[in-house]
């Protein structure tokens, strides 16, 4: 995604999951982030680990499945983060790794993008980075860097769904 975005914008990454657990995985992924970012020179912004607040916006949608609407509660948490970080900094426009991930669905995550960035009064650059190999260009980069890859999403509630379908 990054690749795809430098040749037209100036390029500046923010990390914000408050949805990572347990903190471990929060920090390892932060710290791929940040390797990532002196490898390729990409200056970042990083925003605070703030898992209460996570828990407390997805308060009475933990038994929903992974992509369903805790999903969406998480992605606009995220993303609305993300809409004031870059106002507060001067950026004009914001994307997101999100729809990436083979099993998150570009359709919601652009939908709240566009709501985000109406609303912080800057463009979002729609994607689905997913197709023309994007997923698989990724694994294929971080293979090359030695980059950590999660093996779920980051919540606690991924977790416990993915050991429910190991078992």
Request: glycine share 10%; hydrophobic share 35%.
């Amino acid at each position: 995604m990054v690749r795809r975005l430098q040749p037209i914008y100036q390029v500046t990454g923010f990390f914000y999951n408050p949805n990572i657990f347990p903190e471990e995985e929060f920090r390892r992924r932060q710290d791929a982030v940040r390797r990532l970012s002196l490898l390729w020179h990409i200056p970042i912004e990083y925003g605070p680990y703030e898992y209460g607040r996570f828990r407390e916006a997805v308060k009475g949608l933990e038994n929903e499945p992974e992509g369903g609407k805790r999903c969406e509660v998480c992605f606009r948490l995220r993303l609305e983060e993300c809409g004031k970080r870059a106002r507060e900094i001067g950026c004009g426009a914001i994307a997101t790794t999100l729809t990436i991930g083979p099993n998150k669905r570009a359709d919601v995550i652009n939908q709240i993008g566009r709501d985000v960035a109406a609303m912080a009064g800057i463009e979002f650059i729609e994607r689905d980075w997913k197709k023309r190999d994007g997923f698989k260009h990724s694994v294929e980069i971080s293979r090359e860097l030695g980059l950590y890859r999660q093996v779920y999403c980051g919540c606690e509630f991924s977790i416990k769904e993915k050991a429910g379908r190991n078992q």
